[in-house]
């Protein structure tokens, strides 16, 4: 079962703007991860937050995370052509269990 | 650092036949992954190992795949009988422990006609 829940399914945008993607889970966590994957390739991690943090920066992207509301966001500012890809939110359960992936967001960014 | 290693990166066969998908880890990761992803879905745990002892297989079918890793580094994950289902890219991670960060290999994309 997927237990990561992304918003928006999908998501156009131009150069230059900020995206912003959601992610919804239902159990508790050690910690929440976002990965990107390009069209036809395998998954890159981009930033890891523990379930006792609230916000984490790693160059453009920034990550919150609402524990009470079971939710995360990421976000990426000045937006580029070549951040056209899917990302997915996974969590990750207490014990450093097995990771859970969500369906992903796809974002298009448009030159 | 080299990364993930997964070989092959294609493969086409009839349903009923046999094949074979195989990963080399980022050395000295504990934890090794086996993941499945269709088309438009997020990739869907088939089996982690810690070491060579097997952590999670609940959603690993049994009755036609089956994965091992010997000696805690390689891995294979051969799927006999195909069936047409079983269409997807077949992703390798690892990590240096469970839950933690995970690298991903360039998948092996299956087709089964």
């Known amino acids: 079962s997927q237990q990561g829940e992304e918003d928006p399914q999908a998501l156009s945008i131009q150069e230059g703007e900020n995206a912003t993607m959601n992610c919804s889970y239902k159990?508790?966590?050690?910690?929440l991860q976002w990965y990107r994957q390009n069209s036809g390739r395998g998954l890159v991690h981009l930033i890891l937050?523990?379930?006792?943090?609230r916000e984490k920066h790693s160059g453009r992207l920034r990550v919150t995370l609402d524990t009470s509301k079971k939710s995360s966001s990421l976000l990426i500012t000045a937006s580029r052509a070549a951040d056209t890809a899917s990302y997915f939110c996974?969590?990750?359960?207490?014990?450093?269990?097995?990771?859970?992936f969500g369906k992903g967001t796809m974002l298009l960014v448009s030159p | 650092e080299a990364g993930v290693a997964q070989s092959p990166r294609y493969k086409i066969i009839e349903k009923r036949q046999s094949v074979a998908f195989w990963c080399n880890p980022i050395?000295?990761?504990?934890?090794l992954y086996w993941y499945q992803q269709i088309l438009g879905q997020g990739p869907k745990l088939l089996i982690q190992?810690?070491?060579?002892?097997?952590?999670?297989d609940s959603q690993l079918p049994k009755d036609r795949f089956s994965a091992e890793r010997l000696k805690g580094v390689d891995s294979t994950l051969k799927i006999q009988p195909a069936k047409l289902e079983d269409s997807a890219v077949y992703l390798c991670?690892?990590?240096?422990?469970?839950?933690?960060?995970?690298?991903f290999g360039p998948g092996t994309r299956l087709l089964v006609l």
């Open positions: 996974a969590t990750s359960g207490p014990g450093y269990s097995t990771l859970t």
């Open positions: 159990t508790s966590i050690n910690n």
């Open positions: 937050i523990r379930s006792n943090e």
């Open positions: 050395s000295g990761h504990a934890t």
């Open positions: 190992f810690q070491n060579n002892g097997v952590v999670d």
């Open positions: 991670a690892s990590s240096l422990q469970g839950g933690e960060t995970q690298y």
